[in-house]
Every structure is written in C-alpha cells, then in structure tokens.
C-alpha cells in the first residue's frame, strides 16, 4: 500500500477545490461517524466511543500545549498530535489589555471589489462607522498563533501506515464541517455573527456560503484585532478562490466589529442580537459579550443557531454560562414574553469530553441530562424521518426547535472527526492527483 503525503499547501489545494456536492458528501460522512460514536458498540463499529482513548495534553515551552488524539473508524486507526498556544487562566494573570478597531461594511455586489487596507480615510461608502471604545476580553495574545502545528497520521485496520497529513488547514476545516451539520436544517441564515479571524473563522465562513450562500445577506466579523480582521476580509476579497463565492450573491455584505471604538458596545448588541447564527471561534478564557444579549426577553424573542468551538480547556469560555442555563431551564407554562422555542438541553460533540473540558458546561454546573450528543440527535432524526416516511407526523417539536428554535452546539473536538474527515480527504487527494505517493512504505 503506497504512503499518501499531504503537507498544508496540498490540504489547501484540495479543500479550496471543493464543491457544494463536495462538501455535503463529506458531512454526511462525518454525521455517520459521529452517529455510531454516540450510538454504536464494538461489535457494531469503530467509530464507537468505547474505542475512541480520551486525548492527551502535555505542557510545552512558550506557554503552549501539545495535544496527543488517538482515534477509531470501522476502516482506520490514526492518531493527531499537535501544539497550539495556550490561553491563560485569568485566574492566574491579569486581563490582556485591548486594541483599537473598526467598524466596516463593504458590499460584494459583482464587480465591486473591497480597498485591502480598510482606514479612517476608506470611502464612507464602503466604511459605515469608525470610533473609539475599549474592552478587555481576555484572548490569547495577539502575538500569538492560535492555529494548531503538527501531523495525523493514519494507519489500516491491520496497522499499516498508509497517510501522513499536515494537521493545520484540517483541524480548521473539519471543526467547521462539524460545526455546519446543524447550521444546514436552519430555516433563516439571513445575518451571521462570527467571532474570530483566524482559520476556524475563515472556515466557518467559507462552509457557510458554499452550503447556503444566496440565503446570506450579512457576514459580521467580530475580533480583537482589527489587523487580522482586516487580512481576513482582504484573503476574501482578494483571492481567485474566494471569487465566485463574493460574487454569487449580489446581496452579500461584510462587516468588521472590533475593540477599542466607541460603537463596540452598540454594534456589538446590534449584530449579536440581528443575527441569525453565531459562530464563536476564538480561544477565550471570558466571554465574547454579555448574557443577556441572549437571555433578555428581546434577546430571546428570536431564535438562533449558536456554535461555540474556540475554547476547549476547562478555564476557557466564550459564552457567559447564563446562556447555557437559561437554554436548559424548565420551561414556564405561563410567561408574559414571546420567546424562540428551546430544546431543553446543550448539544455536544462528546459528552465526556465537554464534561471534562468545555468552560461553559463545566462553570454553568450543568449535567450529563442536560446535554445531548450531535451523533444522538441524528439519530432521533432519522427516527422521525422513518416515522413521516410511514405515514405519522414525527417529531415536529424536533424539528420546529432545530429549524427555528434556539439551538447551542458546544465543541471541544474529537480526535474521530479528524480520522473520519482525514480518510475521505486522502481518497479525493489520491483521486484528484494531489500530494506526494511513496510506494512499497
């Protein structure tokens, strides 16, 4: 069997070359996955939880951590190790002191291209507001990468080597695609909210618009650092492989939201409470903006699809636990406000893994009944499918509260969504011509 190497540029190549059709495909794969992990048993499948060791994490210099994920698909063993920077625990040093930003709007009607260096003299045009504000949301530094360096690497069911990746643009893109499997069954996708800059971001964003782009008018980009905002803004404006997603969709506008301007505070309540979708993709150890945003009756009168990935460390947390409680509070039979239908409950990638490590789970003092597994809910789904397909009504509340209700999806990673998502990748790579082939390895 012939050794497949891919290095980050050739991750890159490949995942920029993907389709719609692409795309769907390998998320209904992942989704498959993530069903048998939840629901599977050894002798039924791999992907099982039982055979999936919980990861590793050893300290390294430079206030970094390196992360050993071993995992188990029905066809694949393979193992990630990588090394990322560390958030500090603001129990044990002072907040991060804040940066400057601004707030823009720049439309992507085809043929109108955004200025690469977005500054007080852009065209108000193309720059709705720029002031001064401060905020002390404690990141890492911005000095700091946030982007994970290292290898996965992945063996037969019999134990032989049979691909060695780059683990960067992968860890980005398969937490998006993870991210994105409930994000599809949303009825309204109209605004998004996303917090970052950095390739969890750039994922997000790109997944969002090969999925449901002519459905997205608005793209805010929320981020302490207006300088990798504004590069972020510049790839998407700037690049061939960006451009026919820019230009599909004539109603398409960006914006960037950042620190130290006083129309944070403002701008920051309008997005968050405008938007549709939130997706949360920094390493926070506090959150990204205050409770009752959400929690407020005006917060809760509309119903959103919120995905927090960034932080997956117990001290790290990008929504303020009050939003994990209220969204698992027993329902009042008599209230004076119209509220978004909820679930009840806080879905998982891993329940013992969020348990363990997700910020927000751990100091909203919720329980395991109080979370559900992504790979469960599909399940339930397809029995509701089942049901609708023979004639009965199914779910309808399921499906009501995962369309249009207020959904919170909690994501600390699974070393799984790397093998699952690695494997596929390596078939279209040596499909497609990409990488390097080593022969008799």
Same mark, same amino acid.
């Given at each position: 069997?012939?050794?497949?190497?891919?290095?980050? %540029?050739?991750?890159?190549?490949?995942?920029?070359?993907?389709?719609?059709?692409?795309?769907?495909?390998?998320?209904?794969?992942?989704?498959?996955?993530?069903?048998?992990?939840?629901?599977?048993?050894?002798?039924?499948?791999?992907?099982?939880?039982?055979?999936?060791?919980?990861?590793?994490?050893?300290?390294?210099?430079?206030?970094?951590? %390196?992360?050993?994920?071993?995992?188990? %698909?029905?066809?694949?063993?393979?193992?990630?190790?990588?090394?990322?920077?560390?958030?500090?625990?603001?129990?044990?040093?002072?907040?991060?002191?804040?940066?400057?930003?601004?707030?823009?709007?720049?439309?992507?009607?085809?043929?109108?291209?955004?200025?690469?260096?977005?500054?007080?003299?852009?065209?108000?045009?193309?720059?709705?507001?720029?002031?001064?504000?401060?905020?002390?949301?404690?990141?890492?530094?911005?000095?700091?990468?946030?982007?994970?360096?290292?290898?996965?690497?992945?063996?037969?069911?019999?134990?032989?080597?049979?691909?060695?990746?780059?683990?960067?643009?992968?860890?980005?893109?398969?937490?998006?695609?993870?991210?994105?499997?409930?994000?599809?069954?949303?009825?309204?996708?109209?605004?998004?909210?996303?917090?970052?800059?950095?390739?969890?971001?750039?994922?997000?964003?790109?997944?969002?618009?090969?999925?449901?782009?002519?459905?997205?008018?608005?793209?805010?980009?929320?981020?302490?650092?207006?300088?990798?905002?504004?590069?972020?803004?510049?790839?998407?404006?700037?690049?061939?492989?960006?451009?026919?997603?820019?230009?599909?969709?004539?109603?398409?506008?960006?914006?960037?939201?950042?620190g130290e301007y006083g129309e944070y505070q403002r701008l920051l309540k309008e997005h968050v409470r405008k938007a549709d979708v939130i997706f949360c993709c920094t390493p926070s150890t506090s959150p990204l903006f205050p409770a009752e945003f959400l929690t407020s009756p005006e917060g809760r009168k509309k119903g959103r699809y919120v995905s927090a990935i960034g932080s997956y460390r117990p001290h790290m947390i990008e929504l303020h636990p009050d939003i994990l409680r209220q969204a698992v509070a027993p329902e009042h039979k008599h209230h004076h406000?119209?509220?978004?239908?909820?679930?009840?409950?806080?879905?998982?990638?891993?329940?013992?893994?969020?348990?363990?490590?997700?910020?927000?789970?751990?100091?909203?003092?919720?329980?395991?009944?109080?979370?559900?597994?992504?790979?469960?809910?599909?399940?339930?789904?397809?029995?509701?499918?089942?049901?609708?397909?023979?004639?009965?009504? /199914?779910?309808? /509340?399921?499906?009501?509260?995962?369309?249009?209700?207020?959904?919170?999806?909690?994501?600390?990673?699974?070393?799984?969504?790397?093998?699952?998502?690695?494997?596929?990748?390596?078939?279209?790579?040596?499909?497609?011509?990409?990488?390097?082939?080593?022969?008799?390895?």
């Amino acid at each position: 069997m012939p050794l497949t190497i891919l290095s980050d %540029t050739d991750i890159h190549t490949l995942l920029f070359s993907l389709t719609r059709d692409d795309i769907l495909s390998l998320q209904h794969n992942l989704a498959e996955a993530l069903h048998e992990y939840s629901t599977g048993t050894q002798e039924s499948t791999g992907c099982c939880s039982t055979n999936q060791p919980q990861r590793i994490s050893i300290p390294a210099a430079s206030d970094q951590t %390196t992360l050993f994920m071993p995992a188990s %698909t029905s066809s694949s063993r393979g193992i990630k190790i990588v090394t990322l920077a560390t958030s500090h625990d603001p129990a044990r040093s002072s907040s991060i002191p804040s940066i400057a930003s601004v707030s823009s709007s720049i439309s992507s009607r085809s043929g109108t291209s955004a200025p690469s260096t977005p500054t007080a003299s852009t065209p108000t045009s193309q720059l709705s507001s720029l002031s001064l504000s401060h905020t002390n949301a404690s990141t890492i530094s911005s000095t700091q990468s946030t982007t994970p360096v290292g290898s996965l690497t992945l063996l037969s069911a019999a134990g032989t080597p049979y691909a060695f990746l780059a683990a960067s643009e992968l860890t980005a893109f398969r937490t998006a695609l993870a991210s994105t499997i409930l994000f599809t069954r949303r009825t309204t996708v109209h605004t998004i909210a996303v917090f970052g800059a950095g390739a969890q971001a750039l994922w997000h964003i790109r997944l969002a618009l090969l999925l449901r782009g002519p459905e997205i008018h608005h793209i805010h980009i929320v981020n302490r650092s207006f300088d990798r905002a504004k590069s972020l803004m510049h790839t998407i404006y700037t690049t061939p492989e960006w451009e026919h997603l820019r230009n599909s969709n004539d109603k398409l506008t960006f914006s960037i939201v950042s620190g130290e301007y006083g129309e944070y505070q403002r701008l920051l309540k309008e997005h968050v409470r405008k938007a549709d979708v939130i997706f949360c993709c920094t390493p926070s150890t506090s959150p990204l903006f205050p409770a009752e945003f959400l929690t407020s009756p005006e917060g809760r009168k509309k119903g959103r699809y919120v995905s927090a990935i960034g932080s997956y460390r117990p001290h790290m947390i990008e929504l303020h636990p009050d939003i994990l409680r209220q969204a698992v509070a027993p329902e009042h039979k008599h209230h004076h406000h119209r509220h978004a239908e909820k679930g009840g409950v806080i879905v998982v990638d891993s329940l013992e893994a969020c348990m363990k490590e997700a910020g927000e789970v751990r100091m909203g003092g919720l329980g395991p009944e109080q979370l559900v597994e992504i790979g469960e809910l599909i399940m339930v789904k397809k029995a509701a499918m089942k049901e609708i397909e023979q004639g009965g009504e /199914g779910e309808k /509340g399921l499906k009501r509260w995962l369309m249009g209700g207020n959904v919170l999806y909690k994501s600390v990673g699974l070393g799984l969504m790397d093998v699952c998502v690695g494997e596929d990748l390596v078939g279209l790579a040596r499909e497609r011509g990409v990488g390097t082939s080593v022969e008799g390895f």
